[in-house]
C-alpha cells in the first residue's frame, strides 16, 4: 500500500485515528474520512502524509482544531471541515501548510466567525488561501 494515492474511509462509522494510523502511507494525495464519528484529531495525526492534497473531514463530530493538526502538509491545497461541531479553531492549525487554498468550513457553530477569518488572512503572506466559506455557522 506504500503507493497508494487516494484513500477513501468514508462512511465507516471511525470514532478514533491512532497516533500512527497513516505509517506507510507516505505517497497519500488524497484522504477521505468523510461521514465517520470522529470527534478529535491529535496533533500531527497526519504527519506521515507529506504528499497530501486533500483532506476531507466532513461529516463528523469534531468539535475543535487544534495548533499543529495540520501542521507540515507543506502540498495541502483543499481542506473541507464542513458540517462538524467545531466552535474553535487555532490559527497555527495549519502552519506548514503553506499551499492550502481551499478551507470549508460551512455548518459548524464557529465561536466567532469574523475574528477567524481575520486571523486566517492575517497568517504570513504566504498563505495564499483563495477560497475560505464559513456558510451556515450558528454563531
Not at 96 to 106: A, E, F, T, Y
Not at 127 to 136: K, M, Q, R, V
Amino acid at each position: 500500500m506504500e503507493n497508494l494515492k487516494e484513500l477513501n474511509l468514508n462512511s465507516n462509522s471511525i470514532t478514533s485515528l491512532e497516533e500512527n494510523a497513516f505509517n506507510g502511507l507516505g505517497r497519500l494525495e488524497v484522504l477521505i474520512l468523510s461521514s465517520n464519528r470522529l470527534n478529535a484529531l491529535e496533533n500531527l495525526i497526519f504527519t506521515y502524509l507529506g504528499q497530501l492534497k486533500e483532506i476531507d473531514l466532513s461529516s463528523n463530530y469534531l468539535s475543535s482544531v487544534h495548533a499543529d493538526t495540520f501542521g507540515n502538509l507543506g502540498l495541502l491545497e483543499r481542506l473541507d471541515l464542513s458540517n462538524n461541531q467545531i466552535r474553535e479553531i487555532d490559527p497555527n492549525a495549519f502552519i506548514g501548510s503553506c499551499n492550502i487554498k481551499d478551507v470549508v468550513l460551512d455548518s459548524n457553530p464557529i465561536a466567532n466567525a469574523f475574528r477567524f477569518t481575520k486571523d486566517m488572512c492575517s497568517l504570513r503572506p504566504k498563505y495564499f488561501i483563495d477560497l475560505l466559506t464559513i456558510s451556515f455557522n450558528s454563531h
